[in-house]
């Protein structure tokens, strides 16, 4: 029961910064994808760096729960290109539908509606689909710790990674908002 | 004009601040924070209520807990967030973005029916990735897993091309 009021909490406060923050407005999705928006890539980015840095910090101090999930080559490119076209055709992502429907948007309602029939349609074909697509390129749960042997160090690589990446949206995209 | 930065929206640094103590907030409390997964846990819940032994023989549902979780209480609080957060904005909505009806025109037929289509393609390529922009992308990132760097780059640059085909780049 606790986890119930704890994840309702989390969505809530979860929903509420990320509409504040305009990623649940379509329009800004839209012009961020066709380079003219720089907040949203910059504000995610953001997010994780940060995030990034305090869950090494969580962790060590004993706490957190982590599962990082597995790299499949095939179905995780796969999976990324249609997820890609969806996105760059609704500007919306399975999170912020959620919140955007909270807010009132229509295009939003048909966006989680879309989503349910798709995820009905992926279930029905999961046993067909995960051994030919997932597991044979499946490498595991993968982590920038395997690659540079050490915690920090994998941290400071992606923090330094994702802090150019800002710097060149910031330089590359324009500051339009929607 | 060209430096009135993001509003009516929040600054971007303190609101990344504040979205990252919450993912941390999750991580602390419960795990990885995702929502496509919360698609799952709603199909779930249908199908345990009009076909029960459907869903108890399908793996894709037997791997997520169903209604009454962490997951469905999370997505539902993203409405409710969403909710407050838009009753208490002072920009009025759309359901139809301006860039859209310049470019298509104001049919709210054309842009919902879009919609559906791309609601279906986010979840179902998603779930074929085991995660979508929040599962894989910023919780796995933040754990550092190269699933979630990987899916990124896709899926920002899968993105991009399709919305620069849809709006064939037109001035405005």
């Not at chain 1, 928006?37 to 940060?50: A, K, T």
């Not at chain 1, 969580?58 to 729960?65: C, F, N, Q």
């Not at chain 2, 301006?98 to 289509?117: D, E, H, M, N, V």
């Amino acid at each position: 029961m606790a986890d119930i009021w704890i994840g309702l909490f989390s969505g809530i406060a979860f929903g509420f910064v990320i509409q504040r923050v305009g990623a649940t407005n379509p329009q800004k999705m839209f012009l961020a994808h066709l380079m003219r928006e720089r907040y949203i890539p910059q504000f995610m980015l953001l997010v994780v760096m940060f995030a990034a840095i305090g869950l090494f910090a969580l962790e060590a101090s004993g706490g957190g729960t982590t599962r990082p999930l597995p790299t499949s080559i095939v179905a995780t490119g796969l999976g990324g290109i249609i997820f890609g076209i969806g996105w760059g055709l609704s500007g919306y992502c399975p999170g912020t539908c959620w919140a955007a429907v909270g807010e009132g948007r229509m295009d939003a309602v048909f966006t989680l509606l879309g989503g349910l029939a798709g995820t009905a349609v992926f279930a029905h074909l999961h046993e067909a689909l995960i051994p030919v697509l997932y597991m044979p390129t499946n490498i595991g749960q993968v982590t920038l710790t395997d690659l540079f042997g050490n915690r920090g160090v994998a941290v400071g690589v992606l923090v330094v990674l994702f802090g150019l990446s800002i710097l060149l949206i910031g330089k590359l995209w324009g500051n339009e908002n929607g | 004009m060209k430096e009135s930065g993001n509003a009516p929206y929040w600054p971007i640094l303190p609101s990344a601040i504040a979205l990252a103590g919450i993912m941390v907030f999750i991580f602390a409390s419960f795990g990885p924070p995702a929502s496509s997964s919360g698609f799952v846990t709603t199909m779930k819940g249908f199908f345990l209520q009009f076909a029960p032994e459907y869903a108890a023989n399908k793996a894709h549902y037997r791997a997520m807990p169903g209604p009454g979780s962490w997951l469905m209480a999370f997505v539902l609080g993203m409405a409710i967030g969403g909710f407050i957060a838009g009753r208490t904005f002072g920009q009025q909505i759309t359901d139809i973005p301006a860039i859209w009806a310049q470019r298509f025109g104001t049919s709210p037929a054309k842009r919902y029916a879009t919609c559906f289509l791309g609601g279906f393609l986010i979840l179902f390529g998603a779930r074929l990735a085991g995660g979508c922009t929040l599962g894989l992308f910023l919780s796995g990132s933040t754990q550092l897993a190269l699933s979630g760097i990987y899916f990124g780059v896709v899926i920002f640059g899968i993105a991009m091309l399709t919305t620069h085909l849809l709006f064939k780049n037109k001035r405005d």
